[in-house]
């Protein structure tokens, strides 16, 4: 979607669709110019309690001729001193819904009008152009009616027009990373494989002139990555190590090193998933499909930061090859384990990209991975677990959540988890009891990283969401992206 930027008076600009925010408590000047100019109508259709400025409402109305955009749009923005950021955001991407029901391809938003937050302007963009994101790929029928945004003009105070259309173009580039983790979860299974990922992290290496490296199986062999590999036993195509690194003008010091779960089809393997819902676990890659939409987005936005994502690949799938319940394997840092449950396979593969990762005596180390079924159970769909053993990386880590809306919520990593993870007969073994089944699984990979600076993120729940949020539609979040990039721009 093509952005432009414009200084003009809403109620002089000509345009298909414009939209305004409205407050709860609050009849603003824009609201009341607009309501004056149509003759008394909002405020006859607020008295009735039609509009009520509450987040997530939104009201489209045909102005007549009146003004010269053709519809106005009011959306919620709930009470005026309880505006976030966030709240933009959100705010913008309800206006896509309606939009996009209204099939108003062109408009203008004075959303950056409504409020004088800082980087309002840049939440707005983002919760715009999330908003705007559809997956449309493989439908084949009805292609004519098919729906695409064409161009959003951003109405902007006439002393921030100078700088808007770079804050617009930054977010373009953030919302380019999370859509390209979006489109990766989004793939089928059968698309999206161990060589797909990467393919894809060489497509991305060639467009920013970024360093990249496939470990193929015969490397992982001579490495000794039999964690990894033995993951991927029991599938047709093999095992995976990509290593994709930034390295950013100005950038001082030691990386920050990425490590991106990726399991490209997740069956269970010999300890095999129920059938129903089996078709979600395309989305095992999630935190791959972050590592590498960071990439993308720290490359657009040159960042000045030395970054490198290290992906561990494969399929969990169960043939006469697979691994077993009762197997024993040796990892990369020669920890044995037994494997108790071929169902744990994510932690297996990140074992040996964590201790792999540590060759580049990182500053700091963060995993994404969709990890456990146990965080869905105590967070749900509305946070991310993280677990390390830095606090500050830790809060730095919260605070970005906070601050992008993908918000983290801090598990305990008590030793006393450890307990279970013990075996009979090899040092670890790679599933326990269900109960605290996110944090055993925390303790587990805390096994791998020495001392490192190192936070793991379970985005089990977040990743992936079965109904529509107000900027991102039902399927693939991208969550991790927009967290990341501004943990980055913090440091």
């Given at each position: ?138 439908k ?58 990467a ?12 360093e ?12 000794g ?66 590592v ?24 969990n ?38 201790h ?90 805390k ?31 991208g ?9 980055l721009?913090?440091?």
């Amino acid at each position: 979607m093509r952005i432009e930027i414009s200084s003009n008076n809403p109620l002089e600009h000509a345009t298909p669709a414009l939209v305004v925010g409205c407050f709860e408590d609050e009849r603003g000047q824009l609201f009341q110019e607009c309501d004056a100019a149509l003759g008394g109508c909002l405020g006859r259709l607020a008295e009735t309690r039609e509009i009520t400025g509450k987040p997530g409402t939104t009201r489209l109305l045909y102005t007549l001729g009146k003004i010269p955009a053709e519809r106005l749009l009011l959306v919620g923005l709930g009470k005026k001193t309880e505006l976030t950021r966030e709240r933009l955001r959100q705010a913008a991407g309800h206006a896509m819904q309606a939009l996009r029901a209204a099939r108003a391809a062109s408009f203008a938003t004075a959303l950056p009008l409504a409020s004088s937050l800082p980087r309002a302007t840049e939440s707005i963009a983002v919760g715009t152009l999330l908003g705007s994101y559809s997956f449309d790929l493989y439908k084949t029928k009805d292609i004519e009616q098919h729906f695409a945004f064409d161009a959003m003009t951003l109405l902007v105070p006439q002393p921030e027009q100078g700088q808007a259309g770079s804050i617009a173009e930054q977010a373009a580039q953030l919302c380019r990373g999370v859509c390209l983790a979006r489109d990766l979860v989004s793939h089928p299974g059968n698309v999206v494989t161990p060589g797909y990922l990467a393919q894809e992290a060489r497509r991305l290496a060639a467009r920013h002139a970024l360093e990249c490296k496939v470990y193929e199986q015969d490397d992982l062999e001579s490495l000794g990555m039999n964690a990894l590999l033995g993951v991927g036993k029991g599938a047709a195509e093999p095992p995976r190590l990509i290593v994709v690194r930034y390295r950013g003008d100005g950038a001082k010091g030691r990386p920050v090193v990425l490590v991106g779960k990726g399991i490209t089809f997740d069956s269970g393997g010999i300890s095999i998933k129920p059938g129903p819902g089996m078709e979600e676990m395309k989305t095992d890659m999630a935190g791959a499909a972050a590592v590498l939409g960071t990439l993308e987005a720290a490359a657009l936005l040159q960042l000045p930061v030395d970054l490198v994502g290290v992906i561990p690949t494969a399929e969990n799938m169960p043939d006469g090859k697979a691994f077993k319940p009762g197997d024993v394997l040796a990892s990369l840092s020669g920890t044995t384990i037994e494997i108790t449950n071929t169902d744990a396979e994510g932690r297996l593969i990140l074992c040996d990209a964590l201790h792999f990762a540590q060759k580049f005596k990182p500053a700091a180390m963060i995993d994404l991975a969709t990890l456990t079924g146990a965080c869905v159970v105590a967070l749900g769909h509305e946070a991310s677990a993280v677990l390390g053993n830095d606090q500050r990386l830790v809060d730095a880590l919260k605070k970005s959540g906070d601050e992008t809306g993908e918000r983290l919520w801090q598990l305990p990593l008590w030793d006393e988890y450890g307990e279970g993870m013990k075996s009979d007969i090899a040092d670890l073994k790679n599933a326990g009891s269900r109960d605290g089944g996110t944090i055993k699984a925390a303790w587990f990979l805390k096994q791998f990283v020495g001392e490192t600076r190192w936070a793991h993120l379970d985005i089990a729940g977040t990743a992936w969401s079965d109904k529509a949020r107000p900027y991102s539609p039902k399927g693939a979040t991208g969550v991790g992206v927009r967290l990341l990039i501004e943990y980055l721009r913090q440091k």
